[in-house]
């Protein structure tokens, strides 16, 4: 009695649109978790360089308005605010004697160029404008009439919050944080 074997080798083929399209959803599949892991790391790279981007403000017992800053990774006080009501970003620098301003920020904030003024910086003089904020607000601290300085060579989009700002309130440092109480 002879056997008879059928040429059958494995499971039968998957014709070709089929793992065409195995091939693109699995394409789709990857691109998805890419696009996750970009913004998640984006987003923690974001909260390294600037851990305030919430704000933390309270009214202390004393019926003082009170925000508590978190230093960054690099030593620096970061925190999101607004000039004019448009969002900014402030790097505090108690060194500064203003507040220090970009022409782009300037120009979405409605800030006008006052006088020129010669700018002493690291990289040697440089031609500033003297404008006037109407409006800074860091959490539920907001100052008016804000002196501050149009730095054409400030090429962050950052806002240097200097003591023009900073002089009006008290300011206490305790390890990694920064209370500023107005």
Request: aromatic share 4%; no cysteine; net charge neutral.
């Amino acid at each position: 009695m002879t056997h008879h074997q059928h040429p059958h080798a494995g499971p039968p083929e998957e014709p070709p649109a089929t793992r065409k399209m195995g091939t693109v959803m699995a394409g789709i599949a990857w691109l998805i978790i890419m696009v996750m892991l970009t913004s998640f790391f984006s987003g923690w790279l974001d909260r390294q360089v600037n851990p305030n981007q919430q704000v933390a403000t309270a009214i202390n017992g004393q019926g003082q308005r009170e925000v508590v800053l978190k230093r960054n990774r690099s030593g620096h006080y970061v925190a999101d605010g607004t000039i004019n009501g448009v969002a900014v970003t402030f790097l505090l620098d108690t060194g500064a004697t203003g507040v220090a301003i970009s022409p782009a920020i300037a120009r979405a904030a409605g800030a006008t160029r006052g006088r020129p003024i010669t700018l002493r910086t690291a990289n040697g003089t440089a031609q500033g404008f003297l404008t006037e904020l109407n409006s800074v607000t860091l959490g539920n601290i907001e100052q008016h009439e804000v002196p501050a300085t149009i730095s054409p060579g400030l090429a962050t989009e950052e806002v240097l919050l200097g003591m023009s700002f900073l002089k009006h309130l008290e300011l206490v440092q305790k390890g990694d944080t920064l209370t500023l109480r107005q």
